[in-house]
C-alpha cells in the first residue's frame, strides 16, 4: 500500500519538510564552525546525557563511539565525507511511539546526530536499534529489541524523502518498503559499473541478515542478484556499528575471489562508515598469514583446461577435490601427531651440572597433553618458560645447598685437619672448587632451557608439507583409506614441486597446528562472499586456524563454477558451523523479469534443484539473439552502439573461455571499438565495451550484457550451465545473445 502524491500535486507537509531540512543542514554548518574544543565538549555533554535517549538507541557503540562521534569524525577529517552527508542527511522518517513515551519523528540517515543541548535527535543512524522498525515493522503496533531487551510501539507512519545534492525533491509516505518506488527507482536508475550501498531500501528479508545474529555464523543461501555481497557489506557496517566496543575493523575479513570483486566492492565499504577491515582472497590471505610465498598455478587455467576436456572424464582419484575434503584434513591431522610424538620422544630430564632440574617424562606430558590445546611450537615456547621458571627456583635451592655444603666442607676441614699444610690445602680446594662450580652454575642456569630446546627445531611449514607430499613410506601409514594406486597417483602428481589454490587450505591448517596463527592475522569475524567457490576443508581449516566461527557466508550453489573442487551442498558446511542459522534469499533484485525468464530456465537443467529465482517486479526488453555464424566485430559494434545510445554506460561482453575473450577482444580492437579485456588485475573504470570471460564476471553487474558464443559453445554439462547462468545473470536492464544459434545458450 503506498500513498503517492498524485502528480503536480504536492505532499501536504512538503514546505514543513523542506524546513525541517534547512534546519538539519544549519545545524551541520553550526557545529562544523565550532572549535574542536567545542566539539569535544558537546561530544562529551551528549555522552553523559544519552541516558535520555537510551530506548532509541544504547548499543555501546551507539553511545561510546558514534554519540555524534561519526559525525564529529568527518567534521574535523572529512570534509568530503561531511558534504556527502550534507547533501542527504537522512532518507527516511518514522513517526513512532515507544509505549508509556511520546510521540515521535525519528529521521533516519548514514550517521547519528544529537542536538548538544536539547539532546534531540536529529539523526537516527539506520543500524540503531530504533531503526530496525523502519525496515522490520509494518504499520501499527511493534516491537524491536535493544541488546536483548524488547521494547513495543506504536508505528504511525513511514515517510521516504528524495533528497539530492541537499535539496527535497518529493515525499512519499509507505507501509512496505517492498516494491516501493524508492527501490523501484534505486533499480531503474543505477549505471555504475561498482556496488553501491542501499540503506536507504534495504527490504525486510535482508534485512534480517544483516542484523541476524552477530555472535553466531551465518549461512546465506542467495539467488543471483539477491543482494548476498551488499548484505554481507552492510552486515559488516551494522557489526562495527553494534560490536564497535569489542572488535576492531581490523579484526575482520572479508574474502572476496579475486582483486577484481575486491576492487569492485572497494568503494562501498567506505560508504558505509567502514575503514580498515581486511579485504582479501584466500590465496594472498593464507601467504601473509603463513609468511609462505607460493607461485600459485592459476585455478582459472585449472578450469579453462577442465572445461575443454570432457567433464565426465574427469579420474575417480580426484586429488583438486581431495584436497578440499575433510578426509585430507584427517590425513593431516595423523601427519602433525606424527610429528609430535617425534618430538615427544626428545624430552629427556633436564639436568644443570649433575643436578636434576626436571624429569623429562613431565614436560612430555606438559607438550602431549596439558598444553594439548595449542599448536605445537607454542607449547615449545611454554615449556621452556616453564623449565626457566623451575630452573630459577631450584638454582637458588641448588647454590644454597652447595654453598652450605662447602661451608660445612670447609669448618669440618677448619676443625679437623690437625696439619697446617693440609689443612690449608684442603680449604683451598674446597674454596677453588666453590668458587669454580658456583658460577658455573649460575651461568648454566641462565642458559640451561635454551640449550635444552635447541633439540626441537623449528620446522619450515612449506618443506613440513612438500615432504608430506613426497615421503613413500609416509604416505602409506597416513593414508590407508588411499589404494595402493591412488598413493601412487598422489605421489606422482606432487613429482614436480607445483603449488595450487587446493594446497593453500593444507598449509594454512599445519601453520595453525604446527605454528599458530600470529595475533595481526588472527581475525576474530569472517565474511566470504561466493562462498559456493571454497571447499570444506578451506573453512574448516579457517574456522580452526582462527579460533572462530563468527563467519558470514554468502553464496549461490548455481553459481558454483568451481564444483569440481569445492562445495556442491550447504549441509556439510552447517555440521561444520553447528551454530549457524542458515537463510536463503530468492528474490532478484539485478535482473528484469524478461531476462530473469531466460536465467531460470537454465536453472532448471542443474542438478541442485533450486527454486527458481523470483525477479522484483520490473520489465524490460526482450533479451535478443542475433543470429552469426562467426565472429563478427561489425554486429557487436552495432549491438554496442545501440546499447550506448540507449543511455547505458557498463556494457560487458562475456565470452565462455579466457582465450575466446584474448582474441575477439583484440579484433574488435582492431575494428576501432574501444575494448577493455577485464583481467584479475583490471581497474574497473571508464566506459568502454568490457570483455570479459565468464568465470571473471562472477559477482559483477552490467547495465547491458552480450554474450556470444562461436567456437566455444556452452554444453549441457555442469560447469557449463554454471558459466551460462552466471553470464546471464549480470545483466541488470538488458541482454542480446549472439551465436550461430540458440542451442549455443542452451536454448532449444
Ligand atoms: N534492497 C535493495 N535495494 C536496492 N538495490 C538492491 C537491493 N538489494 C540488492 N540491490 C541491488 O541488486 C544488485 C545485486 O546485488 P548483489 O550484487 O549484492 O547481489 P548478489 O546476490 O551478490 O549477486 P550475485 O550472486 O549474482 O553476485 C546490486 O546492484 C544491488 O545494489
Known amino acids: ?26 545545524y551541520m554548518d553550526e557545529i562544523l564552525h565550532e572549535s574542536q574544543a567545542g566539539i569535544k565538549a558537546a561530544q562529551e555533554k551528549i555522552r553523559q546525557s544519552m541516558a535520555n535517549v537510551e530506548y532509541i538507541d544504547s548499543s555501546d557503540s551507539f553511545i561510546n563511539i558514534l554519540t555524534n562521534s561519526r559525525f564529529f569524525e568527518l567534521a574535523q577529517n572529512q570534509k568530503e ?5 550534507k547533501k542527504k542527511p537522512y532518507f527516511a522518517r518514522i513517526h513512532f511511539q515507544r509505549t508509556g513515551e511520546q510521540e515521535e519523528l525519528l529521521y533516519i540517515g548514514k550517521i547519528s546526530l544529537f542536538h548538544r543541548e536539547t539532546f534531540e535527535p536529529i539523526i537516527v543512524d539506520w543500524r540503531s536499534p530504533v531503526a530496525n522498525v523502519y525496515y522490520d515493522g509494518r504499520l501499527g503496533e511493534i516491537t524491536y529489541d535493544v ?52 540503506v536507504a531500501t534495504i527490504q525486510k528479508e535482508q534485512n534480517e541478515i544483516i542484523r541476524a545474529h552477530l555472535r553466531q555464523p551465518i549461512l546465506v543461501q542467495g539467488a543471483a542478484g539477491s543482494g548476498k555481497t551488499t548484505i554481507a557489506l552492510h552486515r559488516i557496517s551494522y557489526f562495527l556499528y553494534t560490536m564497535g566496543e569489542h572488535f576492531n575493523a581490523e579484526q575482520l575479513m572479508i574474502i572476496a575471489p579475486n582483486n577484481l570483486f575486491i576492487e569492485y566492492i572497494g568503494e562501498v565499504l567506505p560508504e558505509l562508515g567502514v575503514e580498515r577491515i581486511c579485504q582479501t582472497t584466500y590465496a594472498d590471505y593464507v601467504q601473509k598469514a603463513t609468511g609462505i610465498k607460493l607461485k600459485l598455478q592459476n585455478p582459472n587455467e585449472l578450469l579453462e583446461q577442465i572445461l575443454n576436456e570432457e567433464a565426465s572424464s574427469n579420474p575417480k582419484f580426484n586429488i583438486t577435490k581431495i584436497k578440499g575434503s575433510l578426509l585430507y584434513k584427517e ?44 599448536p605445537i611450537e607454542k607449547r615449545l615456547e611454554r615449556i621452556k618458560k616453564v623449565i626457566q621458571t623451575e630452573v630459577k627456583r631450584k638454582s637458588k635451592a641448588v647454590l644454597t645447598s652447595l654453598n652450605s655444603r662447602y661451608e660445612e666442607y670447609i669448618g669440618k676441614a677448619l676443625d679437623g685437619i690437625r696439619d697446617a699444610d693440609k689443612r690449608r690445602e ?8 666453590r668458587d669454580e662450580r658456583i658460577p658455573k652454575i649460575k651461568a648454566e642456569s641462565k642458559s640451561v632451557a635454551t640449550t635444552y630446546m635447541k633439540r626441537f627445531e623449528k620446522v619450515k611449514i612449506k618443506s613440513v608439507y612438500r615432504t608430506f607430499l613426497t615421503d613413500r613410506m609416509m604416505l602409506r601409514e597416513l593414508a590407508p583409506e588411499w589404494t595402493f594406486e591412488e598413493q601412487e597417483l598422489f605421489l606422482q602428481a606432487h613429482s614436480k614441486e607445483k603449488w595450487t589454490v587446493e594446497d593453500l587450505a593444507a598449509l594454512f591448517y599445519l601453520h595453525a597446528r604446527i605454528k599458530g596463527v600470529a595475533d595481526k592475522w588472527k581475525m576474530r569475524v569472517v565474511f566470504v562472499d561466493e562462498v559456493q567457490d571454497y571447499s570444506l576443508f578451506q573453512l574448516v581449516a579457517l574456522k580452526i586456524g582462527l579460533e572462530t566461527d563468527m563467519f558470514t557466508m554468502v553464496g549461490d550453489l548455481a553459481q558454483g563454477i568451481h564444483s569440481y573442487r569445492s562445495l556442491t551442498e550447504w549441509e556439510s558446511v552447517l555440521e561444520q558451523f553447528p551454530r549457524a542459522n542458515y537463510f536463503t534469499l530468492q528474490k532478484s533484485y539485478r535482473t528484469t523479469i524478461e531476462i530473469m525468464e531466460v536465467a531460470n530456465k537454465i536453472l532448471t537443467k542443474m542438478d541442485e534443484q533450486l527454486p527458481l529465482v523470483e525477479p522484483v517486479v520490473r520489465h524490460g526488453n526482450e533479451p535478443t539473439f542475433i543470429q552469426s555464424e562467426e565472429f563478427n566485430p561489425k554486429v557487436i559494434n552495432d549491438i554496442y552502439s545501440t546499447l550506448k545510445a540507449k543511455g547505458h554506460q557498463s556494457i560487458a561482453l562475456i565470452f565462455k573461455s579466457s582465450s575466446e575473450a584474448t582474441d575477439y577482444a583484440k579484433k574488435l580492437g582492431e575494428f576501432n571499438v574501444e575494448v577493455e579485456l577485464l583481467t584479475e588485475n583490471s581497474e574497473l573504470a571508464g566506459s568502454k565495451l568490457l570483455v570479459v570471460p565468464s568465470h571473471l564476471a562472477k559477482g559483477l553487474e552490467f547495465d547491458a550484457v552480450i554474450i556470444a558464443a562461436f567456437d566455444t559453445p556452452y554444453y549441457d554439462t555442469v560447469i557449463d550451465r554454471k558459466l551460462l547462468y552466471v553470464a546471464l545473470t549480470r545483466a541488470m536492464h538488458e541482454l542480446y545473445l549472439v551465436g550461430p544459434n540458440k542451442s549455443v545458450f542452451l536454448l532449444e
Open 1 to 26: 500500500m503506498e500513498e503517492t502524491t498524485p502528480a503536480g500535486q504536492q505532499h501536504p507537509e512538503f514546505q514543513k519538510e523542506v524546513d525541517r531540512l534547512e534546519y538539519t543542514k544549519n
Open 331 to 374: 590425513i593431516l591431522d595423523r601427519y602433525v601427531k606424527m610429528h609430535e610424538h617425534q618430538l615427544a620422544e626428545l624430552f629427556e630430564d633436564v639436568y644443570i651440572e649433575k643436578y636434576r632440574i626436571m624429569l623429562g617424562s613431565h614436560l612430555k606430558k606438559l607438550f602431549l597433553i596439558e598444553f594439548a590445546y595449542m
Open 81 to 85: 565525507g561531511l558534504e556527502a552527508v
Open 426 to 433: 684442603t680449604v683451598t680446594k674446597f674454596i677453588d672448587e
Open 147 to 198: 541488546r536483548g531487551e524488547e521494547y513495543s510501539g506504536h508505528l504511525f507512519a513511514k515517510r521516504q524523502y528524495k533528497i539530492e545534492e541537499g535539496t527535497l525533491l518529493d515525499i512519499r509516505d509507505v507501509d512496505l518498503t517492498t516494491n516501493d518506488e524508492l527501490l523501484q527507482e534505486a533499480l531503474a536508475g543505477k549505471a555504475d559499473v561498482r556496488l553501491t550501498e542501499i
